[in-house]
């Protein structure tokens, strides 16, 4: 079982929609990552959190330490939001580097 | 100028080869860590590098050697390259190491996509 659970694996939406991509995690973490991998292979860097909430945009990030689970929402999904979404953690205490979910494949349909 | 620059992005070599992905950084970063993207998508932690000195090594086999002729470079080299080493290898790089809960930010290259036929 992997460490870093990602829920739905797929997502299709429809353009305006809002749309939440749940992130669970096993072990305890320093911090949290979400990253975006487009079509194209690129992957950027869009959330790192520890607690709280952050929000850039229309996206916003959440994290539960207490229940090891974070969330990635999109408000008004575009188009251009599709992509593989990908949620990654420290391990507390363990080595460097970070441990990945399998990501989910969200496409928004104009 | 972009900030995680790898070369080549494509690479197509026969099994028992040798090559090198180079990767460079200009953001000054102190930690810089080589990731492989397997064929379903699952991206792993192959090394990460610290003012030049290793600080993790995953189960990977030792035909993959890092090496880092100063900070702002972490090249990965293959010996012996095997069918099941096709992968996509990303490089990336954070101003400090991870593991000490300061969790910095990490900024990716763009890719190699490695093929062994």
């Known amino acids: 079982k992997n460490e870093v659970e990602q829920s739905p694996q797929n997502l299709t939406a429809q353009e305006g929609e809002f749309i939440t991509i749940n992130c669970s995690y096993s072990?305890?973490?320093?911090?949290l990552h979400w990253l975006q991998q487009h079509p194209g292979g690129g992957i950027v860097s869009l959330f790192m959190?520890?607690?709280g909430k952050k929000k850039h945009g229309r996206l916003i990030a959440t994290i539960n330490i207490q229940e090891k689970h974070s969330s990635l929402h999109i408000t008004a999904s575009h188009p251009r939001d599709s992509a593989v979404y990908i949620c990654?953690?420290?391990?507390?205490?363990?080595?460097?580097?970070?441990?990945f979910g399998k990501g989910t494949h969200l496409i928004i349909q104009p | 100028d972009t900030a995680v620059s790898q070369t080549p992005k494509y690479l197509v070599t026969q099994m028992g080869n040798d090559k090198s992905i180079k990767c460079e950084q200009n953001?000054?970063?102190?930690?810089m860590y080589w990731y492989k993207q397997d064929s379903k998508k699952f991206l792993k932690i192959m090394f990460s590098?610290?003012?030049?000195?290793?600080?993790i090594n995953e189960t990977v086999p030792n035909r993959f050697s890092p090496k880092s002729p100063d900070k702002a470079h972490l090249n990965l080299h293959i010996n012996s390259l095997e069918l099941g080493d096709s992968a996509v290898y990303f490089c990336?790089?954070?101003?400090?190491?991870?593991?000490?809960?300061?969790?910095?930010?990490?900024?990716f290259g763009a890719g190699t996509r490695l093929s062994v036929l």
């Open positions: 990336a790089s954070s101003k400090e190491g991870l593991a000490g809960g300061r969790g910095n930010i990490q900024y």
């Open positions: 072990v305890g973490i320093s911090a």
């Open positions: 959190l520890s607690s």
């Open positions: 990654a953690v420290i391990i507390r205490g363990g080595a460097d580097g970070l441990t």
């Open positions: 953001l000054g970063h102190d930690t």
């Open positions: 590098y610290n003012n030049k000195e290793l600080i």
